[in-house]
């Protein structure tokens, strides 16, 4: 530990011309904060202005409600984020904020959409000379329409996701265990929200598919173990016929991945801390393989990153992999390394339209099956749960049902 701490000293700091010690990041890290800052105010501005200042000419009394309103909303919101995801922890605060992200970013996204809009319709010349009628219908329109995807968004986030079926061909994969089910879960976030009863709702629903094997791909929880332990403790109560697997994501190294792991094992779980499990059916086997998160290593957390050859260690090449990788880009590696077939999750499938152009950036698929190389196929489940913003609009929550099928796909 002490060796880690003096690298991340000497990595921080730099001697300037006078020869004392000057921190390296303190530029990036303003320049970071004037980011932020800017962000924020552009996300907060464009709504203000399209609801009450774009030309809509509402009473004052409205103008002055509306802006105090606002103001009042992005002066707050970095507070009640540090609070509630800092070292606090407070899950009150947590809510308040993620709920005001998960908004501003709706009103903002449709803000956008509206004020387009106005433009056709100013170029079109419809409406004539339009004054502030044409603005105010622009303005109602957007707000029903973010009022109503976020009553909508909400209760697709807080529902028991609905069970997504489809047949995985894996050549490799022997006869004995053709029609093989695997049920995946990822990004359960267990949060500030209290989810104890959803948690226990989507046991029963994972219970009632009587699966093979039953996978968690990482991203439990927001919090530590002792924190979310009511949250979790139905997942002791899954069933499989075979195995069940979990992996760690990325936000478990913002807490306690190691408890995770060992608290997974304390609900009869395996965690797949870079190793594997064979599986037999029919006298047949498959490698039930998991790596943790590619942000492990950085985490400083020691024995953690994602290492694929120690998960795959003593497994027979000749047989199948199915491997989980908590983010869907380790594929690279996992094609690299002859993987049938990979399961993550991460994405949530964008969780908030149009939220998955962005998140398409960092990652090779948003979600559903794809092909990389010759052999490996990906899995990205859109997730069980949600993080942070309660809210999932046009990207479903999902339990997943993977039957595999050996042989190769028909056509």
């Known amino acids: 530990m002490a060796d880690s701490e003096s690298t991340r000293v000497e990595t921080d700091v730099r001697p300037d011309e006078g020869g004392s010690p000057r921190p390296r990041r303190s530029v990036r890290r303003r320049l970071g904060g004037v980011v932020v800052f800017l962000v924020l105010g552009l996300l907060f501005f464009v709504p203000w202005w399209t609801l009450f200042a774009s030309g809509v000419d509402w009473p004052f009394p409205v103008f002055l409600a509306g802006t105090v309103v606002f103001a009042a909303w992005l002066v707050s919101f970095p507070f009640l984020m540090v609070a509630g995801h800092g070292g606090r922890r407070a ?6 904020a993620d709920s005001t992200l998960g908004m501003v970013w709706v009103l ?6 509206g004020g387009l809009v106005h433009l056709v319709l100013i170029g079109l010349g419809v409406g ?18 973010s009022a109503g995807l976020l009553a909508w968004g909400h209760y697709e986030a807080m ?6 079926r489809l047949d995985v061909h ?25 989810r104890a009863r959803w948690s226990q709702r989507v046991t029963e629903a994972v219970n009632a598919l009587d699966a093979d094997v039953v996978v968690h791909a990482g991203d439990i929880a927001d919090g530590t173990p002792v924190q979310r332990r009511e949250q979790s403790a139905p997942l002791g109560t899954i069933r499989s016929r075979l195995a069940k697997v979990y992996v760690t994501g990325n936000h478990e190294y913002f807490g306690e991945a190691q408890g995770w792991l060992d608290r997974m094992a304390e609900l009869g ?12 059916r029919g006298g047949d086997s498959l490698v039930l393989a998991g790596v943790d998160d590619v942000t492990a290593e950085s985490s400083g957390l020691a024995g953690h990153r994602a290492n694929l050859a120690g998960a795959l260690a003593e497994a027979d090449p000749d047989l199948p992999v199915l491997l989980v990788a908590h983010q869907p880009k380790y594929v690279a590696q996992a094609a ?13 499938g964008g969780q908030i339209w149009p939220f998955n152009f962005l998140v398409r950036i960092d990652q090779p698929v948003v979600h559903g099956l794809s092909r990389h190389g010759e052999r490996t196929q990906l899995y990205t489940s859109r997730g069980t749960g949600f993080w942070g913003p309660p809210f999932r609009v046009f990207a479903p929550s999902e339990i997943t ?10 056509g």
Request: charged fraction near 20%; aromatic fraction near 6%; hydrophobic fraction near 45%.
């Open 159 to 164: 529902r028991v996701p609905r069970v997504k």
């Open 170 to 194: 894996v050549p490799r994969l022997g006869g004995g265990l053709d029609g093989t089910q695997v049920v995946v879960l990822a990004d359960t976030h267990y949060g500030p929200i209290d």
């Open 128 to 145: 004539g000379d339009g004054g502030p009628d044409r603005a105010r219908i622009v303005a109602v329109a957007v707000a029903v329409v």
């Open 401 to 410: 049902l993977l039957t595999l099928r050996s042989g190769p796909a028909a």
């Open 269 to 280: 779980w395996e965690p797949l801390h870079n190793r594997h499990v064979v599986v037999e």
């Open 336 to 348: 690299a390394g002859g993987i049938d077939l990979q399961v993550s999750g991460h994405t949530h």
């Open 108 to 113: 903002f996204t449709w803000s956008l959409l």
């Open 91 to 96: 899950d009150r605060a947590a809510r308040f």
